[in-house]
């Protein structure tokens, strides 16, 4: 496959993901469980872009938070996307958590930097605001997917990005088929032409947005999931897996026989990949 030919297949997979979003409150929710209430658009930040949706199941108390981080190689990608909310709410809000599906900056507006300074602030504005929700601002537990993934790992290996925007520690996270967790080592062998849009050609900017060589001190425990059909998902994995494990923390990694796309699709479908997210949301203490 070609750089453009790739770069088409991702503008193409995301523009048509985002194609539902534009129907009726109604529809989206109908694959939600009665009752739940939605929170369109709520601010974290000054620019259109820095809000978030948040789902909430009738009656809820003191529950657990999971904020989702979409994909979309940093330049593409949209909160309201079904595939980002409707199977993850519909299995966990029952469950007795609070998901809140966040928008961020987008490039070339925002570098991957900045992006992961408003994965923070959302990370602080759900902390803050989590006690009128219902929910519990100690138990807010990230999860992101490709780009997503890549923008919370930061986020999280790096201390002086979260405190940074007042965010307080995390109890754990789950980052989902991101292949750019070691950076360096994606941008120094053949790659996608998009990474070179998105992180320039400078090797000090590749190793600061990078998590495993912005990994300090330990981390949260990570549940890490990578697709067995991606050269280098996998690989990338094993590498920041192994740095968190090296620094005291703990980290788990989930090798699965699913796409790239489908990693973000299937879950919260029936079926022993989500049950194993869920096994790390009970290590957690959670709901």
Known sequence: MTDRTA?????????FAALPASASLSAR???LPDGTKILRDVAYGNDPKQRMDVYISEGTMNAPVILMVHGGAWFLGDKAMPRMYESKAARWLP????????NYRLAP???????????????????????????????????????????????????????????????????????????????????????????????AYW???????????TPPPLFVVCSTGRDDACPNSESFVAAVRA???????LRVDLSHREINEELGTAGPYTDAVDAFFRSLGLP
């Open 109 to 203: 507006g925002a570098d991957a930097l900045e992006q992961a300074a408003d994965v923070a602030s959302a990370f602080a504005a759900v902390q803050e605001k989590a006690s009128e929700w219902g929910g519990d601002p100690s138990r807010v537990v990230p999860m992101g997917h490709s780009a997503g993934a890549h923008l919370v790992a930061l986020a999280l290996a790096s201390p002086a990005i979260m405190q940074g925007q007042g965010a307080k520690p995390v109890p754990g996270a789950v980052i989902l088929d991101s292949a750019a967790l070691d950076l360096p080592s994606i941008m120094e062998a053949p790659h996608y032409r998009f990474y070179d849009r998105v992180f320039g050609d400078d090797p």
């Open 207 to 217: 190793r600061e947005a990078s998590p495993l060589h912005r990994l300090a001190g």
């Open 29 to 31: 929710a109908a694959g």
């Open 247 to 253: 620094s005291g923390g703990e980290a788990a990694l």
């Open 95 to 102: 469950q007795g958590f609070i998901f809140v599906s966040m």
């Open 7 to 15: 770069l088409l297949a991702v503008l193409a997979f995301f523009l």
